[in-house]
Protein backbone atom coordinates (compact mmCIF):
# COMPACT_ATOMS: atom_id res chain seq x y z
CA UNK A 1 0.00 0.00 0.00
CA UNK A 2 1.34 3.32 -0.89
CA UNK A 3 -0.44 6.25 0.18
CA UNK A 4 0.03 9.36 -1.62
CA UNK A 5 -1.27 13.04 -0.18
CA UNK A 6 -2.38 15.37 -2.42
CA UNK A 7 -1.86 19.07 -0.84
CA UNK A 8 -1.31 22.74 -1.95
CA UNK A 9 -2.38 25.18 0.55
CA UNK A 10 -3.63 27.10 -2.09
CA UNK A 11 -7.79 26.78 -2.49
CA UNK A 12 -8.85 26.10 -6.67
CA UNK A 13 -5.76 24.59 -7.73
CA UNK A 14 -7.20 21.18 -8.63
CA UNK A 15 -6.33 18.84 -5.92
CA UNK A 16 -9.63 17.27 -5.67
CA UNK A 17 -10.14 16.71 -8.89
CA UNK A 18 -6.82 15.56 -9.08
CA UNK A 19 -7.97 12.95 -6.22
CA UNK A 20 -11.19 11.98 -8.02
CA UNK A 21 -9.62 11.59 -11.61
CA UNK A 22 -6.70 10.25 -10.66
CA UNK A 23 -8.42 8.22 -8.31
CA UNK A 24 -10.49 6.69 -10.69
CA UNK A 25 -8.02 6.37 -13.28
CA UNK A 26 -5.58 4.34 -11.10
CA UNK A 27 -8.68 2.10 -10.35
CA UNK A 28 -9.39 1.52 -14.20
CA UNK A 29 -5.47 0.11 -14.20
CA UNK A 30 -6.89 -2.43 -11.70
CA UNK A 31 -5.47 -0.69 -8.41
CA UNK A 32 -7.73 -0.91 -5.62
CA UNK A 33 -8.06 2.71 -4.21
CA UNK A 34 -8.74 4.57 -1.59
CA UNK A 35 -9.94 8.29 -0.88
CA UNK A 36 -9.53 10.00 1.66
CA UNK A 37 -11.65 12.91 2.01
CA UNK A 38 -9.78 15.38 4.63
CA UNK A 39 -11.47 18.66 3.45
CA UNK A 40 -14.37 19.60 5.61
CA UNK A 41 -15.45 20.80 2.08
CA UNK A 42 -16.37 17.75 1.83
CA UNK A 43 -15.92 17.49 -2.33
CA UNK A 44 -14.34 15.11 -3.15
CA UNK A 45 -17.22 12.95 -1.65
CA UNK A 46 -19.89 14.90 -3.27
CA UNK A 47 -18.09 14.48 -6.49
CA UNK A 48 -18.00 10.62 -6.03
CA UNK A 49 -22.20 10.45 -5.33
CA UNK A 50 -21.65 10.31 -1.84
CA UNK A 51 -25.02 11.91 -0.04
CA UNK A 52 -24.89 13.69 3.01
CA UNK A 53 -26.95 11.04 4.89
CA UNK A 54 -24.30 8.28 3.95
CA UNK A 55 -21.51 10.35 5.81
CA UNK A 56 -22.07 8.98 9.35
CA UNK A 57 -18.88 7.49 9.34
CA UNK A 58 -16.69 9.90 8.13
CA UNK A 59 -12.99 11.31 7.76
CA UNK A 60 -13.54 12.83 11.44
CA UNK A 61 -14.69 9.93 13.18
CA UNK A 62 -11.66 8.23 12.23
CA UNK A 63 -9.12 11.17 13.30
CA UNK A 64 -11.07 10.84 16.62
CA UNK A 65 -10.41 7.45 16.72
CA UNK A 66 -14.14 6.49 16.86
CA UNK A 67 -14.12 4.51 13.72
CA UNK A 68 -11.53 2.36 11.99
CA UNK A 69 -10.73 3.55 8.25
CA UNK A 70 -12.40 0.34 6.78
CA UNK A 71 -15.80 0.67 8.89
CA UNK A 72 -15.59 4.61 7.37
CA UNK A 73 -15.15 3.34 3.79
CA UNK A 74 -17.75 3.01 1.63
CA UNK A 75 -17.62 2.34 -1.99
CA UNK A 76 -18.13 4.44 -4.89
CA UNK A 77 -20.06 3.77 -8.32
CA UNK A 78 -16.17 3.39 -9.81
CA UNK A 79 -15.59 -0.54 -9.36
CA UNK A 80 -11.94 -0.98 -6.86
CA UNK A 81 -12.79 2.91 -5.60
CA UNK A 82 -13.45 3.52 -2.18
CA UNK A 83 -13.56 6.42 -0.03
CA UNK A 84 -13.55 7.78 3.58
CA UNK A 85 -16.15 11.05 3.40
CA UNK A 86 -15.68 14.10 4.62
CA UNK A 87 -18.13 16.28 6.73
CA UNK A 88 -18.11 19.79 7.88
CA UNK A 89 -17.40 17.96 11.38
CA UNK A 90 -14.12 17.77 10.27
CA UNK A 91 -14.01 21.77 10.20
CA UNK A 92 -13.76 21.59 14.29
CA UNK A 93 -11.41 18.84 14.14
CA UNK A 94 -8.32 20.90 13.91
CA UNK A 95 -8.79 22.65 17.17
CA UNK A 96 -10.44 19.52 19.37
CA UNK A 97 -7.40 17.22 17.89
CA UNK A 98 -4.85 19.30 19.57
CA UNK A 99 -6.10 17.83 22.95
CA UNK A 100 -5.35 14.30 21.77
CA UNK A 101 -2.48 12.20 22.34
CA UNK A 102 -0.54 12.34 19.11
CA UNK A 103 -2.42 14.61 17.38
CA UNK A 104 0.03 14.57 14.18
CA UNK A 105 -0.06 10.68 13.93
CA UNK A 106 -3.82 9.94 14.01
CA UNK A 107 -4.28 9.37 10.25
CA UNK A 108 -0.94 7.61 10.16
CA UNK A 109 -1.89 4.96 12.88
CA UNK A 110 -5.48 4.91 11.85
CA UNK A 111 -4.06 3.56 8.25
CA UNK A 112 -1.78 1.41 9.43
CA UNK A 113 -4.56 -0.60 10.90
CA UNK A 114 -5.78 -1.34 7.29
CA UNK A 115 -2.69 -3.34 5.94
CA UNK A 116 -3.06 -3.91 2.52
CA UNK A 117 -6.84 -3.68 1.44
CA UNK A 118 -5.94 -0.75 -1.26
CA UNK A 119 -2.69 -0.41 -2.87
CA UNK A 120 -3.05 3.30 -2.86
CA UNK A 121 -4.07 5.69 -0.60
CA UNK A 122 -5.11 9.07 -1.61
CA UNK A 123 -5.42 11.95 0.74
CA UNK A 124 -7.32 15.05 -0.64
CA UNK A 125 -6.20 17.70 1.52
CA UNK A 126 -7.88 20.72 2.39
CA UNK A 127 -6.35 24.43 1.78
CA UNK A 128 -4.47 25.38 4.39
CA UNK A 129 -1.28 23.68 5.88
CA UNK A 130 -2.98 23.30 9.63
CA UNK A 131 -3.19 19.72 11.99
CA UNK A 132 -5.94 18.44 8.71
CA UNK A 133 -2.55 18.67 6.11
CA UNK A 134 -0.10 17.51 8.61
CA UNK A 135 -1.72 14.35 9.80
CA UNK A 136 -2.15 13.90 5.80
CA UNK A 137 1.60 14.47 5.18
CA UNK A 138 2.93 12.43 8.16
CA UNK A 139 0.73 9.20 7.24
CA UNK A 140 1.69 9.95 3.36
CA UNK A 141 4.85 8.18 1.71
CA UNK A 142 4.78 10.88 -1.15
CA UNK A 143 3.27 14.04 -1.97
CA UNK A 144 1.53 15.15 -4.93
CA UNK A 145 0.93 18.81 -5.39
CA UNK A 146 -1.36 20.21 -8.40
CA UNK A 147 0.15 23.57 -9.57
CA UNK A 148 -2.36 25.96 -11.35
CA UNK A 149 -0.98 27.52 -14.46
CA UNK A 150 -1.15 30.83 -13.47
CA UNK A 151 0.97 33.96 -12.96
CA UNK A 152 1.65 33.26 -8.70
CA UNK A 153 1.64 29.68 -9.69
CA UNK A 154 5.16 28.96 -7.72
CA UNK A 155 4.46 31.67 -5.09
CA UNK A 156 2.98 29.77 -1.64
CA UNK A 157 5.17 27.01 -3.03
CA UNK A 158 8.34 27.64 -0.89
CA UNK A 159 5.82 27.81 2.15
CA UNK A 160 4.73 23.94 1.36
CA UNK A 161 7.80 22.72 1.05
CA UNK A 162 9.53 24.39 4.20
CA UNK A 163 6.07 22.27 5.89
CA UNK A 164 7.36 19.01 4.10
CA UNK A 165 11.13 20.04 5.33
CA UNK A 166 9.63 20.22 8.79
CA UNK A 167 7.47 16.99 9.35
CA UNK A 168 10.72 15.16 7.54
CA UNK A 169 12.36 16.14 9.91
CA UNK A 170 10.60 15.96 13.61
CA UNK A 171 8.00 13.14 12.13
CA UNK A 172 8.27 11.55 8.51
CA UNK A 173 12.21 11.11 7.14
CA UNK A 174 11.58 9.20 4.38
CA UNK A 175 8.27 12.17 2.84
CA UNK A 176 8.59 12.14 -0.73
CA UNK A 177 7.75 14.56 -2.80
CA UNK A 178 5.95 12.26 -6.09
CA UNK A 179 5.44 14.99 -8.95
CA UNK A 180 3.95 18.06 -9.73
CA UNK A 181 1.04 17.76 -11.85
CA UNK A 182 0.33 21.45 -13.97
CA UNK A 183 -3.26 21.96 -14.01
CA UNK A 184 -5.77 23.80 -16.13
CA UNK A 185 -3.18 23.93 -18.79
CA UNK A 186 -4.30 26.27 -21.60
CA UNK A 187 -2.49 26.05 -24.77
CA UNK A 188 -4.03 29.11 -26.69
CA UNK A 189 -2.63 31.13 -23.39
CA UNK A 190 0.44 31.92 -23.65
CA UNK A 191 1.20 33.01 -19.81
CA UNK A 192 0.42 29.06 -19.58
CA UNK A 193 3.27 28.08 -21.57
CA UNK A 194 5.32 30.78 -20.01
CA UNK A 195 4.37 29.87 -16.58
CA UNK A 196 5.14 26.29 -17.26
CA UNK A 197 8.02 26.22 -18.43
CA UNK A 198 9.74 28.41 -15.54
CA UNK A 199 7.98 26.29 -13.11
CA UNK A 200 10.25 23.10 -14.86
CA UNK A 201 13.05 25.09 -15.38
CA UNK A 202 13.32 25.93 -11.06
CA UNK A 203 11.59 21.99 -10.21
CA UNK A 204 13.20 19.97 -12.96
CA UNK A 205 11.99 16.53 -13.49
CA UNK A 206 10.04 16.66 -10.35
CA UNK A 207 7.09 18.15 -12.38
CA UNK A 208 5.10 15.40 -14.10
CA UNK A 209 5.80 15.59 -17.92
CA UNK A 210 1.51 15.05 -18.35
CA UNK A 211 -0.27 18.29 -18.02
CA UNK A 212 -4.45 18.49 -17.16
CA UNK A 213 -5.78 20.88 -19.60
CA UNK A 214 -8.45 23.31 -18.58
CA UNK A 215 -11.73 21.18 -19.83
CA UNK A 216 -15.20 22.37 -18.86
CA UNK A 217 -16.35 18.27 -18.71
CA UNK A 218 -13.87 18.13 -15.41
CA UNK A 219 -15.73 20.68 -13.76
CA UNK A 220 -18.81 19.66 -15.04
CA UNK A 221 -18.88 15.86 -13.83
CA UNK A 222 -18.71 16.62 -9.87
CA UNK A 223 -22.26 18.22 -10.11
CA UNK A 224 -23.50 14.26 -11.85
CA UNK A 225 -21.65 12.89 -9.20
CA UNK A 226 -19.81 10.90 -11.18
CA UNK A 227 -15.62 11.32 -12.08
CA UNK A 228 -15.00 12.92 -15.33
CA UNK A 229 -13.83 9.31 -16.62
CA UNK A 230 -17.37 8.08 -16.42
CA UNK A 231 -19.48 11.12 -17.71
CA UNK A 232 -17.07 11.58 -20.63
CA UNK A 233 -14.00 9.18 -21.12
CA UNK A 234 -13.06 10.21 -24.48
CA UNK A 235 -12.14 14.21 -23.20
CA UNK A 236 -9.05 15.70 -22.88
CA UNK A 237 -9.48 16.24 -19.56
CA UNK A 238 -10.07 12.57 -18.80
CA UNK A 239 -7.42 11.10 -20.83
CA UNK A 240 -4.74 13.53 -19.04
CA UNK A 241 -5.61 12.09 -16.01
CA UNK A 242 -5.46 8.07 -17.79
CA UNK A 243 -1.78 9.55 -18.57
CA UNK A 244 -0.94 10.98 -15.60
CA UNK A 245 -1.79 7.41 -13.83
CA UNK A 246 0.35 5.88 -16.20
CA UNK A 247 3.44 8.17 -15.50
CA UNK A 248 2.58 8.29 -11.69
CA UNK A 249 2.65 4.16 -11.59
CA UNK A 250 6.02 4.29 -12.99
CA UNK A 251 7.03 6.59 -10.54
CA UNK A 252 5.75 4.67 -7.97
CA UNK A 253 8.76 2.28 -5.85
CA UNK A 254 7.98 -1.54 -5.69
CA UNK A 255 5.09 -2.75 -3.59
CA UNK A 256 6.72 -4.51 -0.62
CA UNK A 257 5.06 -7.39 0.58
CA UNK A 258 2.60 -7.34 3.52
CA UNK A 259 5.25 -9.65 5.10
CA UNK A 260 8.64 -9.76 4.71
CA UNK A 261 10.27 -12.72 4.21
P1 LIG B 1 -9.03 22.38 -4.94
O1 LIG B 1 -9.45 21.04 -4.45
O2 LIG B 1 -7.53 22.54 -5.02
O3 LIG B 1 -9.66 23.51 -4.19
P2 LIG B 1 -10.69 21.80 -7.25
O4 LIG B 1 -10.23 20.50 -7.78
O5 LIG B 1 -11.93 21.78 -6.42
O6 LIG B 1 -9.52 22.53 -6.47
O7 LIG B 1 -10.86 22.78 -8.49
C1 LIG B 1 -11.33 24.11 -8.32
C2 LIG B 1 -12.38 24.40 -9.40
O8 LIG B 1 -11.79 24.32 -10.69
C3 LIG B 1 -13.52 23.41 -9.41
O9 LIG B 1 -14.69 24.08 -9.76
C4 LIG B 1 -13.13 22.41 -10.49
O10 LIG B 1 -14.26 21.81 -11.08
C5 LIG B 1 -12.40 23.30 -11.47
N1 LIG B 1 -11.31 22.58 -12.17
C6 LIG B 1 -10.31 21.86 -11.60
N2 LIG B 1 -9.47 21.39 -12.54
C7 LIG B 1 -9.95 21.82 -13.73
C8 LIG B 1 -9.53 21.68 -15.10
N3 LIG B 1 -8.42 20.99 -15.40
N4 LIG B 1 -10.28 22.27 -16.06
C9 LIG B 1 -11.39 22.97 -15.75
N5 LIG B 1 -11.85 23.14 -14.51
C10 LIG B 1 -11.14 22.59 -13.50
MG1 LIG C 1 -10.57 20.54 -2.74
Not at 106 to 133: K, N, Q, Y
Request: charged residues 20%; negative net charge; proline residues 5%.
Amino acid sequence: MTVIAVANQKGGVGKTTTAINLGTALAATGKRVLIVDLDPQGNASTGLGIHRANRAKSSYEVLIGEVSVSDAAIATAVPKLDIVPATVDLSGAEIELVDYEERTHRLDHALEETADRWDVVLIDCPPSLGLLTINAMVAADSLLVPLQCEFFALEGLSQLLSTVERIRSRFNPGLAILGVALTMYDRRNRLTEQVSSDVRAVLGNVVFDTVIPRNVRLSEAPSHGVPALIYDYRCSGSEAYMALARELIGRLPPAKPAIAA
